[in-house]
């Protein structure tokens, strides 16, 4: 449910950035949400003033990564979003932690298995990117862990995720 | 003056199994037919206070779980004796009883109860059996569960698994990131649970050593997967498996000198075998596919799931052959294996071709025939008696996880009671002294 939000809030944050054109300091809070990212109250003058870095600091904020029913395939949304934290590992050499998760169908321990291996196919894609394997760490909570609760397609479409921690 | 009680009971037996179901005994979902009708009459008490258990009840209860016994319910009952010399045959052969348990309970010190019972076949009009089962105030479910065990092994030659213990995790969620995850051992049929164990983090996979002493676990507590083994009479802990990625799924070989589980340090999920006193380890499979869910066939053979034909189903290896073979050809899920005591039928988490539900069926080792058992949709984690006449299993109801109890036959079924709201992952314990 957040995560959705988290993502709603970034398109509105993308749109403001190429309409006004203001300018937002992209990479200061090492991923977190700035809730006033693009609105340009805060620009302390820093320059860089494009829509590019705007959109950059939305992908930055996505944090989650959706998967397909019992798949482990990166969407191409999820790379783009990946492509900046790979940037951003290469470049601070910070620790994350991939939590792997999935869906409340089929066994538990079957799951688990299954929640690595969609934390390894991002692990996999970073480290392409150039980022080094001992930045991350990889821990699979199968479907121990729902984000959201219910046995609805949405619910459990919500519950097939990676998420990158720091 | 017995006579009279017994209308009285007859006129509020609606009434009194609405309370037994507001007080969490065995709710029925299902009714049994073809199985034997025995009365389990209430037994006889002298004591000023009741006694704090209905221990008629729980025989009663424990017989219906079997598949195997219809308990005659006591509104139908015409009289109420305590003693075989009480009992008028014809009394039940009226309501068609096939079997009488009687009994009464005496004090016999300070915290000292003793239980004379009989068992009686109606239509030969003999007594089979007559004993005394004796403990303390805190063990007047042991000495029912005791006569249960009793009962059931005159009329069906099976030893009884009424006395055995059930592993489960309960969870109590607060918010998406506060969850309270905690152990409980409880009597099979769910009473008395005990919390063993409590954590923020997900607990997994409990699974009991066949000497009934020590209990296998996956602990998330460090906010990764670790295999834990408890000791459950002192609590004493030892962290046993703790390397990078998955560790997961143990499980005991039958002669209790070693664990089988799951780890994918070496890049993928494989099966390993540690020798429980030495520590070595020892992979088991090798492939890119998931490994995982091992349990034994004997002391020699692994059981396992694995998805390297492309869609998870159940494969067996051998230890010293190392041959591998495909035991699952029906389904398009197949997983989470268990095997009976006599190793001829698999129990697993199954899912037809097709469909959307995955239940727990039976496998025929021998004929290779299977069956389902469940008629619920998100059933998971089977665990079978140590006599292989029922079973437990997971699912949902209401969005909340709830533990079934099915006789293997499929005629009895009842969801567990319990406190908590969301329970998971039962492991019956072996037969206990």
Redesign the interface.
Known sequence: M?VIKFGKAAALVVAFGVVVGCSSKGGDTSGAVDPNAGYGAGSNGAGMDNGMNSEEAALRAITTFYFEYDSSELKPEAMRALDVHAKDLKSAGNRVVLEGHTD???????N???G??RA?SVQRYLVLQGVSPAQLE?????E??P?A???TEEAMAQNRRVELRK | MKRLTHVLVGLVALCFTQLLLAQGAIEITRGTDKATPIAVVPFGWQGSAPLPEDMADITANDLRNSGMFAPIPRGNMLSYPTRDSEINARDWRMIGADYVVVGQVSATGADAFSLTYSLYNVVREQVVLARSISGTRTQLRDIAHHLSDEVFKELTGIQGAFNTKLLYVAAERFSVDNTRYTLQRSDYDGARAVTLLQSREPILSPSYSPDGERIAYVSFESRRPEIYIHYIRTGRRERISSFEGLNGAPSWSPDGTRLAFVLSRDGNPEIYVMDLASKQLRRVTNHFAIDTEPTWMGNDTLVFTSDRGGRPQIYKQNLSSGNTERLTFVGNYNANAKLSVDGRTMVMVHRQEGYRNFQIATQDLERGNLRVLTETSLDESPTVSPNGVMLIYATRQQGRGVLMLVSTNGRARSVIPTQFNDLRVPSWSPYLP
């Open positions: 957040q409340e169908r089929g066994t538990r321990e079957y688990m298995a299954l690595e291996r390894a990889l821990v699979s909570y199968g121990e862990k984000a609760m219910g046995s």
